[in-house]
């Protein structure tokens, strides 16, 4: 089986300045958020066609409240976005995101639209 290539890399900078960079790790089929050489959050998903399918998104404990999981997501959805794929929301947080952002909307096809939604805590995973 041929893994896809990566959709890229990207710097991006959390609201009080922290250094990110997201990048996309096919073989693990997650998007990662470092900082240096730290993974601080990421992105899990599969694939589905052209859709990038997000299936769960975790900031690891040292690196919550500081923005590192929204960066991630902005990032993610930048390089989806630049490669021509499509998105599915299926993980709360990428849902809740979308929805706080709705010029990405136009990468979730409509069949799928309703995932588009506001995160509750209820849906947190252990």
Do not use: K, Q
């Not at 896809?4 to 009080?16: I, K, M, N, V, Y």
């Not at 990038?52 to 500081?66: I, M, N, P, S």
């Not at 069949?111 to 209820?122: D, K, N």
Request: hydrophobic residues 40%; glycine residues 6%.
């Amino acid at each position: 089986m041929t893994l896809p290539s990566s959709l890229g890399r990207l710097e991006r900078t959390t609201r009080d300045g922290l250094a990110v960079t997201v990048v996309d790790v096919p073989d693990a089929s997650r998007f990662e958020a470092r900082v240096d050489d730290t993974v601080a959050a990421y992105a899990e998903y599969t694939l589905d066609g052209d859709h990038v399918v997000f299936v769960h998104t975790l900031t690891e404990t040292d690196w919550g409240g500081r923005g590192i999981a929204s960066v991630l997501a902005a990032g993610a959805i930048a390089l989806v976005r630049a490669a021509g794929r499509r998105v599915v929301p299926r993980c709360p947080f990428i849902a809740d995101w979308i929805h706080r952002h709705p010029d990405a909307a136009d990468l979730v096809d409509d069949r799928h639209r309703r995932l588009i939604r506001p995160f509750t805590p209820s849906e947190e995973t252990p």
